[in-house]
Structure formats: structure tokens, C-alpha cells
């Protein structure tokens, strides 16, 4: 009611409202207590929050109960891994207040404190035996693990957390190189799609075009045809017309002459017939060349001869075409890069993978440079790790087209590319059929395969450049200074994706995966 007064006072009081329901009234209204809500409020304090709340605190069927309750037990707050039971929040106090129990080690309730005691001595086992990989007491060390590896049970916790954390380091990296290749092939589905609907696109612009140029030239046919034929039409007619003339003229000297037949007077007949008698040249018949039913049957032959060839190459190329269907060859591959500007489109950032390096090869901070050194480093067991020679592999697998640059300083250096199961332990890279090599020592370089050694002359360079077109089967090693110089070229066919690699040979020698610029 306080409540509501003091925020009635603050409101203009010409126009009170409910902070409730928004109603408003005038005057203000006088409160009075709603005395039946008041009566359910204190029974439902009394009894059924304490109900619920009692309830909310006894250990159910899937709870870890208290041990040290008696009668129906509350939930356990907390259990303690050195007296092996779990406790509520009143029965764990004395862990806090004394001192001896302070630095028991307290977790969350657990059901499975009687796994850590010991069934042959009923003891805790605090003891881990390394021989055997499991969990013992005090007693089994002088009993049956008598002579075996023990270590304290934190300790071999530590050394297992490290191979976890690297197990965990791997697994998320083949999780980052599935979702790569994911990416990749998506890459891929989105490439054919576009090569797929380019190609249509530029199939029907080279069919319209062959059709208009098919077109353009049954046109011009058609028209020379129609040309042709009126010239012939007007030369028929001409000479029609000339031989009707030829015509008239012949009948009307025809009519003169019968009547000239016809006169009595034979001095008149004498005198008029010579002039009658005298014919036009006629019109030579030679000239007139009827053809009937041949006119333009060489066009026509032509134009079939035409037709057959077009059938002859369509189906010739057709052929052509659908092979390269069935042998997938559509998809026409990328040229390659000819100068460092073309390399640098196809640059990728290389780090090194801390799961495969040698425990002689101290790697940077950044996982991009690896040096030889003379102290083991503290890398965790891992089978992955190189250990017959001073190598490691990159983190990132390579598959389409990459380039990367290598900065090499001291001694023998080898920079290579590797299948994932090259050998950690047998050979270094470059003498199995699993990796490919360019070694690098004494100002000359050999590039090795399958424990075949390749001389390769080229100019010294502390710079090595790495084209890589894994579906063309395209390796290619550059000296790269002020130009770049090709040193070898491999062209093979890759089964299994790749990953960069290097050796350091001398103490001090640094190989560091450089970002090109």
C-alpha cells in the first residue's frame, strides 16, 4: 500500500491511474486490503513453499544423495575424492571450517567414488602404474605391480591431459581439413555449375551464329537464283517477243503476196512482186536452247554436296565432342602462371604442424618457422611425430592450385611436399614414393624422388618458390630473387592430398614459410 501511495503521490493527481491495469479514476480512490488474497498468501507461506522447497532439496532416484543423513537424505552439494563420500551443504561444512579436511579435494556429487578405492585391498588408489596402464593403491606396488613404472596418479593425469590436448589439437585440425575439403568440393560444385551454364551459354551463341551463317548463305543462294532467273526470263522474252514480231511481219508479207497472186495485169504483177518478195533475215533458231527440267541442277547438286559435308563434319565433330564427355574432359584446366605476379593469385598462408615436428626443430611462435637445435624439446608423444629425421609436415593439406615461398638461412635445408602417411621414422623426404624434394646444400640443388637423385643447375637464392596444381599433377620449384627462375618441374599424377614440408639438417639452420609479397 506504501507502495502504491508514494507513486500515486508523484502522478497528477487530477487523473489517478492503476500501475496494475491502467485504469484511471477521479477522484482517488481510498485502498482498502483484499483480506481473502492476504489469507491464501500466509497459508501458501507456511506450508507449500517450505513443501516445495523441502522437495527441491531431497536427493531423487538419479540424484547423488548425502551420505551422512540420516532418514530421508538431501541431495549431495559436493563429493570428496579423499573420504570417498559425498556430502549436502550442512554435512560438508566441517570440510570448510577444519583444517585437516580443507585440503581434501572436493568435486562435483559423483556416483563413482567406489571406483577409486581399490577391490583387492580396499584401498584408495591413488598410485598410476605406468607399466601396466591402470590405477592402483599402495599395496598393489609391492604386490603384483612389484618392479613395474608407478607415478602419482596427478602426475600421469598431467602427461595424459598433454596427449589429449594434442589428440584434441589433431582432431581439430582433420576437422578443419574436412571442412576444407567441404569447402573445396563446394568450390568445385559451384565451379562446374558456372563452367557448366558458361559452356551452354557460349554453345548456343556458336549454334545461332552457324544457323544465321547457314541462313545468310541459303539467302544469298535463294537471290542469285532469283537473279539468275530473271535474267534468263528476260532474255526468253526478248527473244519472244522478236520471233512474234518475225511473226506479224511474215503473215502481212504472206497476205500481199496472195494478193499479189491475184492480179491480172501482168505487167503489174512483174513490176510488184521483186519488192515483194524480199524477206527479212529470220531470227537463228540455234539460239534458242530450251532445257527443260535441267535448269539450275548444278546449284542444286552443289547445294547437296554441301549439306553431305556439313553432315560428314557435324558427325566427325560430334563425335569429338562426346568423348570428351565420357573421358570428363570439360572442364579445360587454368594455364600456368608465368610470372610472380600470376604465382602470388594462387598464394596460401603455410603453417607447421607442432604434432609432427622433430624434438630437435624448435618452431616460432607463429608456427611458421622452424630452426635446428641442439636441446630436445618437451613435445608430447604423438604418432605423427617425425622421428628418424629433422622434419615436419604443414598443418593445411593441399589440393587445386597453390604457391609458397620458403626463406632459407644456413646449412642443408630440403623443401618438399608429402603425402600425410609419409614415413615418420624410416626415410627423409625425397627417398620414397610418398614425397618429392628439392635439397638445397653447398650452393647446388638435387632434387629427389623414390631415393633417386636429380642434379638441378640454377642460381643461388636464399628464396624458394612452390607451385603446386594438385589436379593437373603439377609440382614446380622457383629460385625467386628479383625474377624467378624455374629450377624443376614434376609432372605426375597425385592420389592423396598434400602437405608442405621441410628438413633442417645443420644446427642454427632456420626454414621459414614467408607471406609473398
Known amino acids: 500500500m506504501n507502495c502504491i501511495k508514494t507513486?500515486?503521490?508523484?502522478?497528477?493527481?487530477?487523473?489517478?491511474?492503476?500501475?496494475?491495469?491502467?485504469?484511471?479514476?477521479?477522484?482517488?480512490?481510498?485502498?482498502?486490503?483484499?483480506?481473502?488474497?492476504?489469507a491464501l498468501v500466509e497459508q501458501l507461506k507456511k506450508t507449500g513453499l517450505q513443501a516445495a522447497r523441502a522437495d527441491h532439496c531431497y536427493a531423487g532416484p538419479e540424484d547423488v544423495a548425502c551420505d551422512f543423513c540420516t532418514g530421508r537424505k538431501l541431495?549431495?552439494?559436493?563429493?570428496?575424492?579423499?573420504?570417498?563420500?559425498?556430502?549436502?551443504e550442512k554435512h560438508l561444512q566441517s570440510h570448510y571450517d577444519v583444517a585437516?579436511?580443507?585440503k581434501h579435494k572436493l568435486v562435483e556429487p559423483s556416483k563413482t567414488l567406489q571406483e577409486n578405492v581399490c577391490s583387492r585391498h580396499d584401498e584408495v588408489m591413488k598410485i598410476s602404474c605406468r607399466s601396466d596402464q591402470q590405477s592402483i593403491c599402495s599395496l598393489c606396488s609391492f604386490d603384483e605391480h612389484k618392479g613395474h613404472i608407478p607415478v602419482s596418479a596427478a602426475a600421469e593425469r598431467t602427461e595424459r591431459q598433454r596427449e589429449l590436448e594434442a589428440s584434441r589439437q589433431n582432431i581439430q585440425?582433420?576437422?578443419?581439413?574436412?571442412?576444407?575439403?567441404?569447402?573445396?568440393?563446394?568450390?568445385?560444385?559451384e565451379a562446374i555449375s558456372r563452367y557448366a551454364d558458361k559452356t551452354v551459354e557460349d554453345s548456343e551463341k556458336i549454334f545461332t551464329e552457324l544457323i544465321r551463317l547457314i541462313q545468310k548463305r541459303s539467302s544469298n543462294v535463294k537471290?542469285?537464283?532469283?537473279?539468275?532467273?530473271?535474267?534468263?526470263?528476260s532474255r526468253v522474252k526478248e527473244l519472244q517477243e522478236k520471233l512474234q514480231q518475225e511473226i506479224i511481219e511474215l503473215k502481212r508479207k504472206d497476205v500481199e503476196l496472195k494478193q499479189l497472186s491475184y492480179t491480172e495485169d501482168h505487167n503489174q504483177f512483174l513490176h510488184n512482186y521483186p519488192s515483194l518478195s524480199q524477206l527479212s533475215e529470220p531470227t537463228d533458231s540455234s539460239s534458242i536452247d530450251v532445257r527443260p527440267l535441267r535448269y539450275f541442277e548444278d546449284v542444286t547438286a552443289a547445294v547437296s554436296a554441301l549439306r553431305d559435308k556439313l553432315q560428314d563434319i557435324l558427325t566427325e565433330k560430334w563425335t569429338d565432342i562426346s568423348l570428351r564427355f565420357i573421358q570428363g574432359d570439360v572442364l579445360l584446366p587454368q594455364p600456368e602462371p608465368k610470372?610472380?605476379?600470376?604465382?602470388?593469385?594462387?598464394?596460401?598462408q603455410i603453417t607447421l604442424d607442432p604434432i609432427t615436428v622433430h624434438t630437435s626443430l624448435l618452431l616460432s611462435e607463429g608456427y611458421r618457422k622452424v630452426t635446428k637445435v641442439t636441446q630436445t624439446q618437451p613435445y608430447s608423444r604423438h604418432p605423427d611425430r617425425f622421428t628418424g629425421w629433422f622434419q615436419v609436415l604443414s598443418r593445411e593439406s593441399l589440393t587445386g592450385c597453390h604457391y609458397w615461398e620458403v626463406e632459407l638461412s644456413g646449412g642443408e635445408v630440403s623443401v618438399a611436399v608429402a603425402y600425410s602417411n609419409v614415413s615418420r621414422a624410416a626415410t627423409k623426404f625425397g627417398h620414397n614414393d610418398r614425397s618429392w624434394a628439392l635439397n638445397c646444400v653447398n650452393n647446388t640443388y638435387n632434387f629427389w624422388f623414390n631415393k633417386i637423385s636429380t642434379p638441378v643447375p640454377g642460381p643461388q637464392c636464399s628464396r624458394i618458390g612452390v607451385y603446386l596444381d594438385h589436379t593437373e599433377g603439377i609440382l614446380s620449384f622457383y629460385s625467386v630473387s628479383e625474377t624467378m627462375t624455374l629450377l624443376h618441374?614434376?609432372?605426375?599424377?597425385?592420389?592423396?592430398?598434400?602437405?608442405?614440408?621441410?628438413?633442417?639438417?645443420n644446427t642454427g639452420t632456420?626454414?621459414?614459410?614467408?607471406?609473398?609479397k
Not at 175 to 186: A, R
Open 75 to 88: 541431495k549431495a552439494f559436493k563429493s570428496c575424492l579423499v573420504c570417498l563420500a559425498s556430502y549436502c
Open 489 to 505: 618441374r614434376v609432372q605426375t599424377t597425385f592420389t592423396q592430398r598434400l602437405y608442405a614440408g621441410v628438413r633442417v639438417f
Open 510 to 516: 632456420t626454414a621459414e614459410f614467408c607471406k609473398p
Open 223 to 233: 537471290q542469285q537464283i532469283r537473279s539468275q532467273q530473271e535474267s534468263e526470263v
Open 173 to 189: 585440425q582433420r576437422i578443419q581439413d574436412k571442412e576444407n575439403d567441404v569447402k573445396l568440393l563446394q568450390q568445385e560444385v
Open 7 to 38: 507513486y500515486w503521490n508523484g502522478e497528477d493527481q487530477r487523473k489517478i491511474c492503476c500501475p496494475q491495469c491502467r485504469q484511471t479514476f477521479r477522484p482517488r480512490p481510498i485502498l482498502g486490503k483484499n483480506t481473502m488474497l492476504a
Open 100 to 102: 585437516p579436511l580443507k
Open 339 to 348: 610470372t610472380r605476379a600470376e604465382f602470388l593469385k594462387y598464394s596460401c
